[in-house]
């Protein structure tokens, strides 16, 4: 459910809860603090942040208009 504190400090390169917080702030990644100060950051949201595919170009449909071809 959670990163534990191994893939945090992967993610971070921190070890420290302040400090992994500040560098998420940076990286605009959202995560709480629990009441004994650890930092908790959703599994799915870091599997949604490295896995979001770019936006695609909306496709554009050709209709003939064979009236006017008379």
Known sequence: MF???E???EL???QRASS???AL???GITFRVRADG???VLKETIH???SEKPPSTPKREFKMNLEKAK
Do not use: A, P
Request: proline share 0%.
């Open 38 to 40: 650890k930092t908790l």
């Open 20 to 22: 992994q917080q500040k």
């Open 48 to 50: 949604q942040l490295f």
């Open 12 to 14: 971070t390169g921190k």
């Open 3 to 5: 990163l534990n504190d």
């Open 7 to 9: 893939e945090l400090f």
């Open 25 to 27: 702030n940076q990286m």
